[in-house]
């Protein structure tokens, strides 16, 4: 069983950045991959990033590559998503998920979080 939650949203201003973390619980963490997901209102959840178990190996969804970027800390349980040149497009709520990487990147988690909310004005 693993419990995640997630925090470091809040409202920034275009071009600025956030870095949000998904502290999890459970002696399993370090065995999954975690993704990042979000999903604005009225919009279907979108695929951010996705870490492997290790850490060594990073995949980005195409709209935040060279923008984004996905870590680890499995000494702290810990999965961090440190996002720079924020765009307004960037606002929805961000999820962490975990799971196997191919299915995350499929959008299929065995965990997810209860999502933070990350506003990005104009």
């Known amino acids: 069983q693993v419990q995640l939650v997630e925090s470091g949203g809040g409202l920034v201003q275009t071009g600025g950045s956030l870095r949000l973390s998904c502290a999890a619980s459970?002696?399993?963490?370090?065995?999954?991959?975690i993704g990042w997901f979000r999903q604005a209102p009225g919009k279907e959840r979108e695929f951010v990033a996705v870490?492997?178990?290790?850490?060594?190996?990073?995949y980005p969804g195409d709209s935040v590559k060279g923008r984004f970027t996905i870590s680890r800390d499995n000494a702290k349980n810990t999965v961090y998503l440190q996002m720079n040149s924020l765009l307004p497009e960037d606002t929805a709520v961000y999820y962490c998920?975990?799971?196997?990487?191919?299915?995350?990147?499929?959008?299929?988690?065995?965990?997810w979080g209860q999502g933070t909310q990350v506003t990005v004005s104009s």
């Open positions: 459970g002696r399993t963490f370090s065995s999954y991959s």
């Open positions: 998920a975990a799971g196997r990487f191919s299915d995350l990147v499929d959008y299929r988690a065995d965990y």
């Open positions: 870490i492997s178990w290790s850490g060594g190996t990073t």
